[in-house]
């Protein structure tokens, strides 16, 4: 089970190393998660789950102040999922949290589930915003990021968004907002897998260059390897000396494989919606475990 | 060139002008001045625009509570996400912009941000049905006509000064989300001459008659008063029956006056389309009670640019337009 019972953000004293290994732990456990929903429900985002799982279990796993069995605790920091079709992937993350049963996962997508296909606030401790309508978790996020600073609070706010989002103008007016009232607190992140429902995101609408855009909206942005736990840590580790009550805010570009951790489904045709056969499900768990154990052994061999 | 003498044109007047009568009683920036009061009551209250500030009277709780205000730019999904923001760590939001803006612009954030958590956001709608001269861009004609299906959102209509400075604490303690269409600038003061008192959710009779009831909200009921007293002068006594709230509807109230046989007539700022008449009609309907109602109010299609009396008139709002419907009603 997870060892995050605590109410500070871990990252405050471990050594580099123990924190990268603590989020690659997380984030496998996590897609295993993701893996097992997928194959209670026949389908789903699993393709962006396990493509995002390790910037969520840097955030749950390295980041996020919390309290699992007080989801609501005044002083929590707050993650918002504007993307509301990623809660597959948020609700791996609140499980290895803590906050949410692992048991509890097999009821993804079922009438009278906690845990709706797509995220809302009023089904799931730990959901704090009904995203999904895209475009509207980072505006909410400045909302309570000016709250929390207007009451003194020194909690953070992290906004979880996708590529796909930027299309919406919503998000600028949310850019320039958090900007303008100077939001230290407030840390967002974008998971570019470059898909979107219609296809590639350069076909559908072009968004970047990303970096120079968030840099002129006076954030300030580091673009990594989503992928890569060491780079997601360095980078919310910046984040975190930049954070303060009055600063720019941070944008995290997250460059991530949809499907990453399998093979399979990382090589399969890209779709937003991804089909996978029933007998499909275990040869991805296989491969999952396969390429963890087998990273986790070169890891060991190199030290 | 037209060389005939006549009388000259009325001229569109500025955006934010009042549309109190010349002489009549008004008072200034009242909800700005309720704001600033409910605020010194309740440390909870914030203030939020999207660059109308000046234009919703929320410029007076600024200057008043400069820390306690924010500016969000004319940016209102921002203005409207960012307040649900702020309530949701347990503040009590009053955010204001245009009634077009909010209903038009930015539906999806007060729906989805707001209405369905069901947070204590409280939604300030300047020029609402026929309160400027700018044409459609500006004149939200159908703004309850949006708002009426949007669950958990409370609709409040104010009639003048007196509802406005009762309303606002009201909204602020009411817990889930409310929409004020807000007269701003030098405002009417008309229900302090009446036996009143706001209460959200409730219809209250300001006056009685026995051959029409007039049931009207916001400013249209200032109107069915002056209108009563005139049509007193053709020996037709009018009732009149103030429904500030239109969601939730007082049809206990409204339907007791209807059920009569007096001549019945709504009287409302707003299209005929989704507002005050067709909140009655649907409430005498699901009562099976088989009596007609007769719509004064704006019609269905996009309105004039103009000076405000003549819109008024030439939609049918204005005092000698009401008259005549109702004589022509009654022959």
């Known amino acids: 089970m997870s060892q995050l019972t605590h109410d500070r953000p871990p990252a405050a004293a471990a050594p580099l190393e123990d924190r990268v290994e603590r989020v690659a732990a997380a984030a496998y456990r996590m897609r295993h998660y993701a893996l097992n929903m997928g194959e209670v429900q026949g389908q789903g985002y699993v393709g962006q789950a396990l493509g995002s799982a390790d910037i969520m279990a840097a955030v749950y796993a390295d980041q996020l102040r919390f309290k699992p069995d007080e989801p609501e605790w005044e002083g929590r920091d707050r993650f918002l999922l504007s993307t509301g079709h990623y809660a597959i992937g948020h609700y791996a993350a609140l499980a290895e949290a803590g906050i949410v049963p692992v048991d509890e996962l097999d009821t993804y997508g079922s009438d009278d589930s906690r845990l709706p296909m797509s995220g809302m606030a009023s089904y799931t401790p730990g959901m704090e915003i009904s995203g999904g309508s895209l475009g509207h978790g980072l505006g909410v996020a400045v909302g309570i990021a000016l709250g929390l600073r207007f009451q003194g609070s020194d909690a953070r706010v992290f906004n979880f968004l996708s590529d796909g989002e930027l299309d919406e103008g919503s998000t600028w007016e949310a850019a320039m907002g958090a900007h303008h009232h100077q939001l230290g607190n407030l840390t967002a992140m974008v998971d570019i897998n470059a898909l979107q429902a219609d296809g590639k995101t350069d076909t559908v609408l072009r968004t970047e260059p990303l970096t120079e855009k968030w840099e002129a909206f006076g954030w300030f942005t580091q673009r990594v390897d989503g992928n890569d736990p060491e780079q997601l840590v360095r980078a919310f580790s910046n984040a975190s000396e930049q954070a303060s009550t009055t600063g720019h805010p941070s944008m995290i570009l997250c460059d991530t494989l949809v499907g990453r951790g399998v093979p399979l489904l990382e090589n399969r045709e890209k779709a937003h919606f991804m089909r996978i056969d029933e007998s499909e499900w275990q040869i991805c768990r296989d491969q999952l475990t396969a390429g963890f154990e087998a990273a986790t052994h070169e890891g060991t061999a190199r030290s | ?331």
């Open chain 2, 1 to 331: 060139m037209s060389t005939t003498t006549s009388t000259p044109k009325l001229k569109t007047s500025a955006m934010i002008a009042s549309f109190a009568d010349p002489g009549q009683k008004t008072a200034p920036t009242p909800f700005g001045h309720a704001l600033v009061k409910a605020a010194e009551e309740n440390d909870r209250i914030v203030g939020l625009t999207a660059d109308l500030g000046k234009y919703t009277d929320m410029h007076i709780f600024a200057q008043a509570f400069p820390e306690r205000f924010f500016q969000m730019g004319m940016a209102e999904q921002l203005l409207f996400g960012a307040a649900a923001g702020f309530a949701e760590t347990g503040l009590v939001p009053f955010a204001s912009t245009y009634s077009v803006f909010a209903a038009r612009r930015a539906y999806d954030f007060l729906c989805l941000d707001i209405a369905e958590p069901n947070l204590n956001v409280n939604i300030v709608g300047g020029l609402p049905g026929l309160t400027t001269g700018y044409g459609p861009s500006h004149q939200a004609t159908e703004d309850m006509a949006i708002f009426r299906g949007m669950p958990n959102l409370t609709i409040v209509d104010p009639c003048d000064s007196v509802d406005i400075e009762q309303a606002v604490p009201q909204l602020a303690a009411s817990d889930g989300p409310t929409y004020l269409r807000l007269l701003r600038g030098k405002v009417p003061t008309v229900l302090d001459e009446y036996d009143y008192t706001f209460e959200l959710g409730k219809a209250k009779e300001l006056r009685g008659g026995t051959d029409v009831v007039f049931i009207s909200s916001g400013l249209m009921t200032m109107r069915a008063l002056q209108a009563a007293d005139a049509l007193a002068k053709h020996k037709v006594d009018v009732a009149v029956v103030h429904t500030p709230t239109i969601k939730p509807f007082d049809s206990e109230t409204v339907l007791g006056a209807i059920n009569t046989n007096r001549l019945a007539v709504t009287l409302e700022n707003h299209s005929v389309v989704g507002g005050l008449f067709e909140t009655v009609a649907s409430a005498t309907v699901r009562a099976g009670l088989g009596k007609r109602v007769v719509p004064i109010g704006l019609p269905d299609e996009f309105l004039a640019a103009g000076a405000l009396p003549t819109l008024h008139d030439r939609y049918g709002l204005s005092i000698d337009k009401i008259v005549a419907t109702v004589l022509s009603e009654l022959d």
